[in-house]
């Protein structure tokens, strides 16, 4: 099988894109790197869901860095932009850079995001960001849209099925803060 890198966010947007990306004949190593969310403790739950379910489902995770001080850098000047606005975009070219990093420094010349489930994202945000990095680290950006044949539906069923922690927010410290 071929792998491929799948960034995630959590373990409940996880769920069905891991089944699909299998379904299509790829071993996916997935792929935590999430240094937007906060508080600590919100960062913690969602990765110790995710570890839960690769383990029982025996999918490789890597643990990216926690360089939550970078990201604020990184996306400085943006606090106040709205969701969906252009703090979005530099967090997502922020964490698809990262994720294209880890895939070239493991020789794996594939990889996707996540984020495609989300109906909360802007899929053409993600797409352009993803395809940057793909071109910047000289990779493959698989741009599956996990939201088609009700992908957001069965993810929500995976999670519910799996009793996964279910997240209010995207997990940024301004969209928490947003009314």
Known sequence: MKQIMLHACCAVCAGYPLELLKEKGYEPVVYFFNPNIHPEEEYTRRLNELIRHC??????????????DEWFEYVKGLENEPERGERCKKCFEYRLNKTAEKAKELDIDTFTTTLFISPHKVRKDILEKGIQAAEKYALIFDDTDFRKQNGFLKTMEIAKAENFYRQKYCGCIYAQKMP
């Open 55 to 68: 383990e029982k489902y025996g999918y490789k995770l890597i643990i990216g860095e926690n360089s939550t």
